[in-house]
């Protein structure tokens, strides 16, 4: 985690300057907001990425997160300049300092609850850590998806330690290698994308999966994304007895107990998230 539990007090006296944050009810939102520059990220962006998963993270009220981007471009990546002149970075000096360098890779894997990105432009670069580090991906039809790394004289490093847990890594491997832009059709079928949509009908969409998450037990949501985090650092003799040991954890909660009850009564359950 790159930002602790105190950190995120200091929410309510953060002025983002290149994302946007509102909670309503349960959820989450996060837009990025460089549209001029195609969302393309400097260190600044990320660190505020970075504490506003930690923010969403920490808090028990936050049952699911939606990240969204303004402009024709959902992003572009990094923005090159800027990383190699640092000075060009506007600093937000409202954020707290981070506990160590920001990975944005490893700032998704810190979340723990369930995240969508909607996609209405088109994701390039470094855009695939957003994408990547999401569990759902909802796209609209006319967009593309590409690594132009190597078109550059660069790899993209980063985003394949993100494509390797959810696609092929031959195919992974063939985007990083090629640089060619695929269609959100083509990003569906290696598993980028969880959803086709059009423009038409995205918000819809994107609302009824919502609507869907937030139907479920948060807590039991949540301790299932901690033990998949987990279960990739541990022998596998090992794991059935640390799953059995979570899955007994939630079998104790109020939210199990209140779904059992909920279920036998007939009704929808008042999830507490405890």
Not at 37 to 64: D, G, S
């Amino acid at each position: 985690m790159f930002f602790t539990e105190s950190d995120i007090q200091q929410y309510s006296n953060v002025t983002f300057k290149l994302i946007e944050t509102h909670q309503e009810g349960n959820l989450f939102n996060i837009t990025l907001n460089r549209p001029e520059k195609r969302n393309a990220f400097t260190p600044t962006m990320l660190q505020e990425l970075a504490f506003a998963l930690a923010f969403a993270h920490y808090n028990k009220e936050i049952w699911c997160v939606l990240i969204e981007a303004k402009g024709s471009i959902f992003c572009a990546g990094m923005d090159l300049m800027v990383f190699q002149n640092p000075l060009l970075d506007v600093e937000n000096t409202t954020l707290p300092k981070p506990l160590k360098e920001i990975t944005l890779g490893d700032a998704f894997k810190f979340l723990e609850k369930p995240c969508i990105a909607k996609v209405q432009g088109s994701v390039f670069a470094g855009g695939f850590l957003i994408i990547g580090g999401c569990n759902f991906v909802i796209s609209v039809e006319d967009v593309l998806f590409g690594l132009p790394e190597v078109k550059r004289g660069i790899f993209p490093m980063q985003v394949m330690a993100t494509l390797f847990k959810i696609m092929p890594q031959r195919k992974a491997i063939e985007m990083a290698i090629l640089g060619k832009n695929y269609t959100a059709n083509e990003a569906y079928s290696l598993g980028l994308v969880t959803q086709i949509s059009t423009k038409e009908n995205i918000e819809h969409d994107t609302k009824e999966l919502i609507s869907s998450i937030l139907e479920n037990s948060p807590l039991a949501i949540s301790k299932g994304l901690e033990a998949m985090n987990k279960l990739q650092n541990l022998p596998e003799n090992e794991q059935h007895q640390y799953l059995l040991g979570i899955l007994q954890e939630i079998k104790n909660s109020m939210d199990a107990k209140e779904g059992i009850l909920a279920f036998k009564e007939k009704r929808k359950p008042n999830w507490l998230n405890k």
